[in-house]
């Protein structure tokens, strides 16, 4: 009865509330809206950039050689290795890409350049193993190729040595932007460091 008596001095107040109530509603929808596009826009950014930078793992296969180790480089150089260099000759011994990794270890990368139907030899493992810690005091020694598989031996070997057998499978992840320091521990017990298992 009061509010029917009042209605002059009280329909300026609930008008007022509701609109203020309207208005903060409204706006609060936008900022929201506002937010999740801004969001996914970003989203978006980073994902477009990542694909303009990176080859699909067809791109890689056309590489020459030379360009597969330079292209192994530059994957070094975006996850933060420093001091990158490229050897680009024979005679390196096994170190065709030198660098160091954001934590100061010392990475040492043979890159072989193989139809993906091919496997990693033994041989071709033993000689890396022979050279990377010994010759170029790797802390990371890491074996990368474009071939699908390293044979039971060379793969054991690497293990065993603590070399990071990296095949096409882990090598398109890092193609697609995984960081190395993500796929080092894939390889079995062979993560690139210099302990050892007990005996």
């Known amino acids: 009865m009061w509010v029917a008596g ?3 001095a009280v329909w300026p107040v609930l008008v007022t509330v509701l609109a203020m109530s309207v208005v903060g509603g409204a706006g609060w929808g936008l900022w929201r809206a506002h937010r ?3 969001g996914q826009d970003q989203r978006w950014r980073v994902q477009e950039e990542a694909k303009a930078r990176e080859l699909s793992m067809t791109e890689v296969d056309a590489l020459s050689w030379q360009d ?3 292209y192994v480089a530059e994957l070094c150089r975006r ?14 011994l096994g170190a065709d890409v030198v660098g160091y990794l954001a934590d100061g270890r010392k990475l040492v990368a043979q890159c072989k350049k193989y139809a993906p139907h091919r496997s990693v030899s033994s041989q071709d493992m033993q000689k890396f193993v022979g ?3 010994l010759e170029h005091g790797a802390d990371v020694a890491l074996f990368v190729t474009t ?13 065993r040595q603590d070399i990071v057998a990296m095949h096409r499978d882990l090598l398109g992840s890092w193609v697609k932007g995984a960081p190395l320091e993500t796929l080092i521990p894939l390889n079995g017990r062979g993560d ?7 005996a």
């Open 192 to 198: 690139g460091t210099m302990r050892r298992s007990p």
């Open 36 to 38: 999740l596009a801004v």
């Open 131 to 133: 050279t990377a810690r």
């Open 79 to 92: 996850d933060g290795c420093t001091q990158v260099v490229v050897s680009g000759r024979s005679g390196d």
């Open 68 to 70: 597969f180790e330079h």
């Open 147 to 159: 071939c699908r598989t390293f044979t039971k031996a060379a793969l054991g070997l690497a293990v």
């Open 6 to 8: 009042n209605w002059a």
